[in-house]
């Protein structure tokens, strides 16, 4: 007779941010332990690293893999990663992969994450007009929609909502991600990524990622990890990121217009 499934407690709400660099980052500002730091005081409960894979070989992701571990504890969890640029820049995440891989052929690349048992996520994808090659998103796990430092922490690209609609036709496993794409701790706070979960660790997260299981949260709205891209919800999107952008827009014009004060002799 088999034994019964141990009890992995009561489901509960924890956040977290995803799409990380530090200083094994060409573009990092923080260590892995001052961003750990930063999480707990934001009360998030997890970390997804994704190091640049231009600064990295075997010996510095095996280093990185390692400080992950050491400073993960019960009440957050440090998942290692790696951001690799591939052919015609285009960037591809890797979340939870804990070997190099020095390919830059994307598809190579999301077939490699997949053996690692990582999740495979394209990056900002309308950062660049990126060539995406044949099969490419029909290979990965999720798309980037949501990228803080390219789209803002308020609102979701509706374009990348729009690639992310179109691709889930042929690829209906995809997710779309809410990333930070975190460079300095002043952004901590800006975006999280929300998800119920039994048990607080690596495994559980990276599941929830890989299945939509999870919604991307800022001040002003969220979005389901699946959305559903409905007519109205779409077209909902777009407008707020129409808004937002064009306040940006408004507000960089008023400075440039606004005469600057002379200073003193």
């Not at 994704?50 to 510095?60: N, V």
């Not at 996520?121 to 007009?129: D, I, L, S, T």
Request: charged share 25%; net charge positive; proline share 5%.
């Amino acid at each position: 007779m088999s034994s019964p499934a141990p009890d992995r407690g009561a489901p509960r709400t924890v956040r977290g941010i995803v799409h990380v660099h530090s200083l094994y980052s060409y573009d990092g500002r923080h260590s892995v332990s001052e961003i750990v730091q930063a999480a707990r005081d934001a009360a998030l409960s997890f970390v997804c690293i994704t190091e640049h894979s231009d600064t990295l070989d075997a010996s510095r992701v095996r280093d990185l893999v390692a400080e992950c571990s050491s400073l993960s504890s019960d009440d957050l969890v440090v998942i290692p990663g790696i951001e690799f640029t591939c052919q015609g820049g285009l960037h591809l995440l890797g979340i939870g992969v804990r070997s190099f891989d020095a390919s830059r052929d994307p598809v190579s690349l999301s077939g490699f994450i997949r053996e690692q048992g990582g999740v495979s996520v394209f990056a900002h994808p309308y950062r660049k007009a990126y060539d995406i090659p044949p099969g490419f998103l029909d290979s990965i796990d999720g798309i980037e929609i949501w990228n803080a430092s390219y789209d803002g922490s308020l609102v979701p690209n509706g374009r990348a909502l729009d690639l992310y609609v179109r691709a889930r036709s042929t690829n209906p496993r995809l997710f779309a991600l809410t990333g930070n794409d975190l460079h300095r701790l002043v952004n901590v706070r800006k975006l999280a990524v929300e998800m119920r979960l039994r048990s607080l660790d690596a495994e559980s997260i990276q599941e929830a990622l890989r299945t939509g299981a999870f919604r991307g949260v800022s001040r002003l709205c969220s979005i389901s990890g699946r959305p559903r891209g409905g007519s109205a919800q779409r077209l909902g999107i777009h407008a707020l990121d129409a808004a937002y952008h064009g306040a940006q827009r408004l507000r960089a014009s008023l400075s440039r217009d606004t005469p600057r004060k002379r200073q003193p002799r």
